[in-house]
T-cell receptor
Framework: GEDVEQSLFLSVREGDSSVINCTYT??????LYWYKQEPGAGLQLLTY?????DMKQDQRLTVLLNKKDKHLSLRIADTQTGDSAIYFC???????????FGRGTSLIVHP | DSGVTQTPKHLITATGQRVTLRCSPR?????VYWYQQSLDQGLQFLIQ???????AKGNILERFSAQQFPDLHSELNLSSLELGDSALYFC????????????FGPGTRLTVT
C-alpha cells in the first residue's frame, strides 16, 4: 500500500525555525495535509496543500511541496514552546476518501 | 474546538467486556471516520461511514463494529475486549467530498484491565 514517512523527533530552540519533513509514495496524491496533536488531544488540522501547488504560506507556517521527489515539508517560523506537539503528515489519493497518515514527528522546543 | 464530540472521554473496563464509543460529527459533515491510536501502531484507520452507509474499511477487527445513524452520529462497538485493545480511539468527520479534510474529536481513552 501507499506509505508516508516522517522522522520521529525534532528538537529546536525557542525562536528558531523548525522544519518537519515528510515523504510519500503515492504519485496520485491530490491533497496533502499537516495535522498537530497536543498531549491528550485529538489531531488538529493545521493546513493543507493541493498537489498542483508548490508552496503555501499561512502566518508562521510555510508548506513546501516537491511533487517530483514526493517530499512535503512544514516550516514553522519563530518556534514557540506552545508549538511543542506531534505533527502528522497525511495524503489522500485521487478517488480515495481515506487519508494515509505518517507516524508523526514529535517537535520539542527548548526555552 | 473542532466541533466533533466524543463520549466518554475515558473508559476503564475488564477483558472480555463490550463497550460503545459515541461520536457526533461537525454540523453539516456527512462522513465519519474511526481511528485507533496506540504507541506501537500509530494512527490506524478503522472504518468510514458516509450518510449512514459504510464507505471504507481499514484494519478493523471482527470483534469491532460501527454504525452511523440517521442523525449522522456514529457508534463504535468493541466486544470481547483484550488488553491489546487499550488505546485512544478517535472519531473524525468531513464533508466526504472535495478536499475532504478531516476534523478530529478529542478522543476516548480506553483502558482494558
Amino acid at each position: 500500500g501507499e506509505d508516508v514517512e516522517q522522522s520521529l523527533f525534532l528538537s529546536v530552540r525557542e525562536g528558531d525555525s523548525s522544519v518537519i519533513n515528510c515523504t510519500y509514495t503515492d504519485s496520485s496524491s491530490t491533497y496533502l495535509y499537516w495535522y498537530k496533536q497536543e498531549p491528550g488531544a485529538g489531531l488538529q488540522l493545521l493546513t493543507y496543500i493541493f498537489s498542483n501547488m508548490d508552496m503555501k504560506q499561512d502566518q508562521r507556517l510555510t508548506v513546501l511541496l516537491n511533487k517530483k521527489d514526493k517530499h512535503l515539508s512544514l516550516r514553522i517560523a519563530d518556534t514557540q514552546t506552545g508549538d511543542s506537539a506531534i505533527y502528522f503528515c497525511a495524503e489522500i489519493s485521487r478517488g480515495s476518501y481515506i487519508p494515509t497518515f505518517g507516524r508523526g514527528t514529535s517537535l520539542i522546543v527548548h526555552p | 474546538d473542532s466541533g466533533v464530540t466524543q463520549t466518554p472521554k475515558h473508559l476503564i473496563t475488564a477483558t472480555g467486556q463490550r463497550v460503545t464509543l459515541r461520536c457526533s460529527p461537525r454540523s453539516g459533515d456527512l462522513s465519519v471516520y474511526w481511528y485507533q491510536q496506540s504507541l506501537d501502531q500509530g494512527l490506524q484507520f478503522l472504518i468510514q461511514y458516509y450518510n449512514g452507509e459504510e464507505r471504507a474499511k481499514g484494519n478493523i477487527l471482527e470483534r469491532f463494529s460501527a454504525q452511523q445513524f440517521p442523525d449522522l452520529h456514529s457508534e463504535l462497538n468493541l466486544s470481547s475486549l483484550e488488553l491489546g485493545d487499550s488505546a485512544l480511539y478517535f472519531c473524525a468527520s468531513s464533508t466526504g467530498t472535495g478536499r475532504n479534510e478531516q476534523y478530529f474529536g478529542p478522543g476516548t481513552r480506553l483502558t482494558v484491565t
